[in-house]
């Protein structure tokens, strides 16, 4: 039995299509269909219904996917501890992050960490979905929360500050000053529906009640260039908008929203020089970027 067929067979069965799989294998969805297609020869039994809304667990798909899972781990745990004999700083480490910590805290050191460690590939993947370290999707995470289980080391490296701003002509025209209270005269920047569960969202929802909707999008980035040019207020990281003489904060992230930076590898990992060394950076960078829980 091939490896590479259970990986197809699990990737479809967690995700639910062929497409979806050969994305996460990196491959073409004709490949996975070819090793679920080997695999079911070889068991002589159907694993998927093939719906319209997918590839659905056959009782004995789901009973397979259970074994199927013990190899997986048996198989990464080998790979983890080959791994963690490697003492030279060297090869690829993956990183996942958000997208506005990996451009406002990771990225302006890159070339600082290039100079230090030539020999690393660091592949950093900005996604708001937190990746499973169990099974490789990532070597090291930067999250705001903190996991709970998982044979996972874990380690406090900061906080990520997020307060409230408007551009200074927009606050000078609807009256609002620092210690904003009342929302009545402002119009906000939020996220829109399908992420509005996003950090900014419920804290709007919660507080400014009273306000207009302004504009709503899915990108930090729009927030930030539609509060600048005076479209209403944002909640907007501190290392993002404190640099900008064009923005007013109104309200700071201990008002806002101030949650902690944490730093987590799968313990088997900790033993490899190339993941240490990322470790080291990433959160020696986090303390000097966002050290305290207050934006100044």
């Not at 009342?182 to 919660?206: C, K, L, Y």
Request: aromatic residues 6%; positive net charge; glycine residues 6%.
């Amino acid at each position: 039995m091939e490896w590479d067929d259970l990986k197809s067979f699990l990737a479809v069965a967690r995700l639910g299509s062929l497409r979806d799989a050969s994305r996460v294998l990196k491959t073409s969805p004709a490949t996975v269909g070819r090793r679920i297609a080997s695999l079911e020869d070889r068991l002589r039994a159907r694993l998927f219904d093939r719906t319209q809304q997918g590839h659905v667990l056959t009782e004995s798909g789901a009973a397979v996917r259970l074994k199927a899972e013990e190899v997986e781990e048996a198989v990464l745990g080998v790979e983890r501890v080959a791994l963690g004999r490697d003492l030279r700083p060297s090869g690829k480490v993956r990183v996942t992050t958000t997208n506005d910590i990996a451009t406002l805290v990771i990225g302006p050191h890159l070339v600082q960490f290039r100079r230090s460690f030539p020999d690393i590939e660091l592949e950093i993947v900005a996604n708001a979905e937190i990746a499973n370290l169990s099974t490789r999707e990532a070597d090291i995470a930067l999250r705001t929360v903190r996991p709970t289980q998982g044979n996972l080391v874990v380690r406090h490296v900061g906080w990520w500050n997020l307060g409230l701003y408007a551009a200074r002509a927009y606050a000078r025209s609807h009256k609002l000053k620092p210690g904003l209270t009342d929302f009545s005269n402002a119009e906000i920047i939020t996220w829109n529906e399908e992420v509005m569960h996003q950090r900014g969202g419920p804290w709007f929802a919660e507080h400014a009640r009273r306000a207009g909707v302004a504009l709503t999008a899915n990108a930090r980035g729009i927030h930030f260039a539609a509060c600048k040019a005076g479209a209403g207020i944002a909640i907007l990281p501190c290392l993002m908008a404190d640099s900008d003489p064009e923005l007013i904060c109104l309200l700071p992230p201990e008002q806002v929203i101030s949650t902690e930076l944490w730093l987590v590898v799968h313990r088997d990992l900790t033993r490899t020089a190339r993941v240490r060394a990322v470790m080291e950076f990433v959160a020696d960078i986090c303390k000097r970027e966002t050290a305290s829980r207050s934006s100044t």
